[in-house]
């Protein structure tokens, strides 16, 4: 088992070090953000992941899990080292790198044993585990031999502990056998299929997976708009592709598009990562602009059946980008609020975990309502966002005993057309067929 150091920790370096100290590794998570740190050395998460809480507990009682704001003291018996800070993105769509050089600085002037393998966990454009070499390489105070290791990560929020045991696969990118190999040790515990290949495959793997899922959920939502057009149900079509084993019937949920920390940002740079090299890449752009108008797809769908929003209250269930997160970047909510506002609608927002988050992104142009209920209270309008549990599960009465008229707008297709129709309410959604009542008048 290594001594293993975690630079970082938000949502892939917190994961990552509480579950290497989970199979057995000796590891020291180090932040700059002192709250952060106070409240981990207490065993708890700064962030909403299910399971992590408990995870973090049990491994600090074990003993292998600690927290510090000493790089120092992070890196003092370290064998390895994880980047797992934040890779941004630039108002050009590029990748920010400074947290990674910074990351880089703080190991060069901190680390006094040979032969460390630096690990960069964060995503980063092709080239840039080059880069953190020579940072570190300019910057050592002695002649220490380091090796570094591209090892990016596919796991997913609000199933971040389940995806980093089960994950499909666990890239390794190296130039040098004995480096590789260790980061093969380090993981052999997760008992999840390695695949070892250069760094600069490496780097792009994970660019070019998630720019394929953005593919697959931007392809959906076209076949799901064009469905509402000609009648179709973008549900049964995409079960009946997925049936195809070539094609998989993952990520073929149409809805308002995806959001979060990555999809976005990660689309933007590979598209730069094509620029600097005179590839102008056509199809991931047009995947971006297809997803930038699908997260207003439920205002455009309300302006159309309304005419005006004006003075309207509308309902926004769910705010984070997905369920079983807090995280609010980049959500589509964010998008659909401010679009509501600029039309004067009256918003009033729910949503289980993520609601102090967005406070501070959305801000007080809108409401925050603190129940379902509240938010439908007396609404014109209901718009769902994210398909938490708590929203999928709702009776659907309460849409109709709550509003002032029940129509809703429905962004991740939540309920049965069949369920729907048993109630008194004017349901639309996505890629699917309307259901008009004579309840509401316009
Ligand atoms: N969030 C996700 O689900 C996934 C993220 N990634 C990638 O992983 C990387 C990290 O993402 P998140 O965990 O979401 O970031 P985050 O923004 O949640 O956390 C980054 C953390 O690094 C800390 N930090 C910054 N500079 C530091 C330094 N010099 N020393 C110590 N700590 C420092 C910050 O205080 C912060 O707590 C990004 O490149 C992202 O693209 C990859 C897969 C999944
Ligand atoms: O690089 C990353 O950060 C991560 O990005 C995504 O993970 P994440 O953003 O946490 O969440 P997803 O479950 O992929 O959802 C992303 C967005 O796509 C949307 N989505 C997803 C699937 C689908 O079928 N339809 C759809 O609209 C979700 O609502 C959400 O807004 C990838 O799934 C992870 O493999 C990757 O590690």
Same mark, same amino acid.
């Given at each position: 088992?290594?001594?293993?150091?975690?630079?970082?920790?938000?949502?892939?370096?917190?994961?990552?070090?509480?579950?290497?100290?989970?199979?057995?590794?000796?590891?020291?998570?180090?932040?700059?953000?002192?709250?952060?740190?106070?409240?981990?050395?207490?065993?708890?998460?700064?962030?909403?992941?299910?399971?992590?809480?408990?995870?973090?507990?049990?491994?600090?009682?074990?003993?292998?899990?600690?927290?510090?704001?000493?790089?120092?003291?992070?890196?003092?018996?370290?064998?390895?080292?994880?980047?797992?800070?934040?890779?941004?993105?630039?108002?050009?769509?590029?990748?920010?790198?400074?947290?990674?050089?910074?990351?880089?600085?703080?190991?060069?002037?901190?680390?006094?044993?040979?032969?460390?393998?630096?690990?960069?966990?964060?995503?980063?454009?092709?080239?840039?585990?080059?880069?953190?070499?020579?940072?570190?390489?300019?910057?050592?105070?002695?002649?220490?031999?380091?090796?570094?290791?591209?090892?990016?990560?596919?796991?997913?929020?609000?199933?971040?502990?389940?995806?980093?045991?089960?994950?499909?696969?666990?890239?390794?990118?190296?130039?040098?056998?004995?480096?590789?190999?260790?980061?093969?040790?380090?993981?052999?515990?997760?008992?999840?299929?390695?695949?070892?290949?250069?760094?600069?495959? *490496?780097?792009?793997?994970? /660019?070019?997976?998630? =720019?394929?899922?953005?593919? $697959?959920?931007?392809?959906? !939502? &076209? %076949?799901?708009?064009?469905?509402?057009?000609?009648?179709?149900?973008?549900?049964?079509?995409?079960?009946?592709?997925?049936?195809?084993?070539?094609?998989?019937?993952?990520?073929?949920?149409?809805?308002?598009?995806?959001?979060?920390?990555?999809?976005?940002?990660?689309?933007?740079?590979?598209?730069?990562?094509?620029?600097?090299?005179?590839?102008?890449?056509?199809?991931?752009?047009?995947?971006?602009?297809?997803?930038?108008?699908?997260?207003?797809?439920?205002?455009?769908?309300?302006?159309?059946?309304?005419?005006?929003?004006?003075?309207?209250?509308?309902?926004?269930?769910?705010?984070?980008?997905?369920?079983?997160?807090?995280?609010?970047?980049?959500?589509?909510?964010?998008?659909?609020?401010?679009?509501?506002?600029?039309?004067? *609608?009256?918003?009033?927002? /729910?949503?289980?975990? =993520?609601?102090?988050?967005? $406070?501070?992104?959305?801000? !007080? &142009? %809108?409401?925050?309502?603190?129940?379902?209920?509240?938010?439908?209270?007396?609404?014109?309008?209901?718009?769902?966002?994210?398909?938490?549990?708590?929203?999928?599960?709702?009776?659907?009465?309460?849409?109709?005993?709550?509003?002032?008229?029940?129509?809703?707008?429905?962004?991740?297709?939540?309920?049965?057309?069949?369920?729907?129709?048993?109630?008194?309410?004017?349901?639309?959604?996505?890629?699917?067929?309307?259901?008009?009542?004579?309840?509401?008048?316009?």
């Amino acid at each position: 088992m290594k001594n293993i150091a975690v630079v970082g920790t938000g949502y892939v370096g917190l994961v990552t070090g509480v579950c290497l100290s989970d199979i057995g590794h000796d590891v020291t998570c180090v932040d700059i953000d002192e709250q952060k740190v106070e409240k981990m050395k207490k065993g708890i998460s700064p962030i909403y992941e299910p399971g992590l809480d408990e995870l973090m507990k049990k491994n600090i009682e074990n003993g292998r899990l600690h927290f510090t704001t000493s790089h120092k003291e992070a890196f003092k018996d370290a064998e390895v080292i994880y980047i797992a800070v934040g890779t941004p993105q630039k108002e050009d769509g590029s990748a920010d790198l400074r947290f990674v050089e910074q990351a880089a600085k703080d190991i060069a002037e901190n680390i006094e044993r040979d032969g460390v393998v630096v690990v960069t966990k964060s995503t980063v454009p092709v080239g840039t585990n080059y880069k953190v070499r020579n940072w570190i390489k300019s910057l050592l105070k002695k002649d220490i031999h380091f090796d570094v290791v591209s090892n990016p990560e596919f796991l997913r929020e609000g199933s971040a502990i389940y995806d980093t045991f089960h994950g499909d696969r666990i890239v390794i990118g190296a130039d040098n056998e004995r480096a590789a190999s260790i980061i093969e040790e380090v993981n052999k515990p997760f008992g999840i299929p390695i695949f070892k290949t250069d760094i600069h495959s *490496a780097e792009m793997i994970k /660019y070019a997976s998630n =720019a394929f899922l953005a593919t $697959k959920i931007s392809f959906i !939502n &076209e %076949i799901a708009n064009i469905c509402e057009k000609v009648g179709a149900n973008v549900e049964d079509v995409a079960y009946g592709m997925g049936l195809d084993t070539r094609i998989g019937p993952q990520f073929l949920r149409a809805g308002i598009g995806y959001g979060g920390s990555c999809f976005p940002k990660d689309t933007k740079a590979l598209v730069q990562i094509a620029g600097n090299v005179d590839h102008k890449f056509d199809l991931l752009e047009a995947v971006i602009n297809v997803n930038n108008k699908q997260q207003v797809k439920l205002v455009e769908k309300a302006r159309n059946r309304f005419g005006s929003l004006q003075g309207k209250k509308v309902a926004l269930l769910g705010l984070a980008f997905k369920p079983n997160t807090d995280d609010m970047r980049e959500a589509a909510s964010i998008v659909i609020a401010k679009e509501l506002v600029k039309d004067g *609608a009256f918003v009033a927002a /729910y949503d289980p975990v =993520a609601m102090e988050n967005a $406070k501070r992104v959305i801000g !007080n &142009e %809108i409401m925050y309502a603190n129940s379902i209920e509240e938010a439908l209270h007396d609404a014109d309008i209901a718009m769902i966002v994210t398909e938490w549990n708590e929203i999928k599960n709702l009776s659907l009465d309460t849409f109709v005993r709550y509003m002032k008229t029940p129509v809703v707008f429905d962004g991740r297709n939540c309920y049965s057309l069949e369920e729907v129709a048993k109630h008194n309410i004017e349901y639309h959604s996505i890629g699917r067929e309307s259901i008009l009542r004579s309840v509401v008048s316009i």
